[in-house]
């Protein structure tokens, strides 16, 4: 008898997230302009739980308790709160030991969205390789959660999502690939040779650029900075 294969699909939004859920996939979390890539540099550099929130409300209430907190809305660092949602403010020894909220536009809704779901993980091209080698170890239905823009599709995710696909399914015929992660994949095929170019009119892109933050880009955009993976656990991320 044939063996039943595994599935991997991809959700172009949290709002679609509800279609494509089921009890048993393990979600990877994906907001490579900025948020994923953010707290894959915050485990990097040794911040020992991050709790997501939805809300700049909830986000104010934590910081009011004391606790350090990151909060951005439309690409723009919250005044009164301790982080943006670039990378670069989690790199150092600032956040070592720390616990750190988190609140973003996009990414922090995506977490919400996925938070009951089997196994929630983070996923960006600065830890791509480590995340593969362990979804692959993990014989796992696998679904791609791209955070999107405000609920609409962005390039940027989708690219990211059609990469590890790529390199799931490269030479490996246990997955079935969903159509959307189908599609995603052939889209990452025509951006690998350079992903900055294929992205250059992306929205998110534009959006990021006028607020002076090439740099961010571009590291976002930089594979495997990172061996870490950002795992959900008990209402917070920790170091898997
Ligand atoms: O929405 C998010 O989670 C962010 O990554 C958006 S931004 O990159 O900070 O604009």
């Known amino acids: 008898m044939k063996e039943k294969k595994l599935k991997i699909d991809a959700c172009f939004s949290p709002h679609l997230y509800p279609v ?4 048993d996939s393990i979600v990877v979390i994906i907001d490579v302009l900025r948020a994923t890539s953010a ?5 990097e550099y040794g911040v020992e739980k991050m709790i997501p929130v939805a ?9 009011q308790k004391g606790f350090l907190v990151g909060a951005e809305r439309n690409g723009l660092a919250i005044d009164g709160f301790d982080f943006g949602n670039s990378p670069f403010h989690y790199m150092g020894d600032h956040v070592k030991g720390k616990t750190i909220v988190l609140t973003t536009t996009n990414g922090t809704q995506a977490i919400e969205a996925a938070k009951g779901a089997h196994k929630v993980v983070i996923g960006s091209f600065l830890n791509i ?9 993990q014989n796992k239905n696998i679904l791609l959660l791209c955070s999107g823009w405000k609920n609409k599709f962005n390039l ?3 690219v990211f999502a059609g990469a590890v696909t790529d390199k799931i399914s490269h030479g490996n015929d246990n ?4 159509d959307a992660c189908l599609a995603l994949m052939y889209l990452y095929q025509m951006a690998k040779e350079n992903p900055i170019k294929f992205l250059s009119h ?12 090439k740099e961010d880009i571009r590291y976002c955009l930089t594979p495997n900075q990172t061996k870490v993976i950002p795992i ?3 209402g917070a991320l920790v170091k898997l």
């Open 20 to 23: 494509y859920k089921d009890n």
């Open 39 to 43: 707290i894959c540099v915050a485990f």
């Open 55 to 63: 809300t700049v409300e909830e986000a104010r209430e934590y910081k």
């Open 129 to 137: 390789d480590a995340l593969c080698s362990w979804l692959l170890s």
């Open 156 to 158: 940027e995710d989708a």
């Open 175 to 178: 997955y079935k690939l969903g």
């Open 202 to 213: 992306s929205s998110h892109k534009e959006r990021l650029a006028a607020l002076n933050l």
């Open 232 to 234: 959900y656990k008990d």
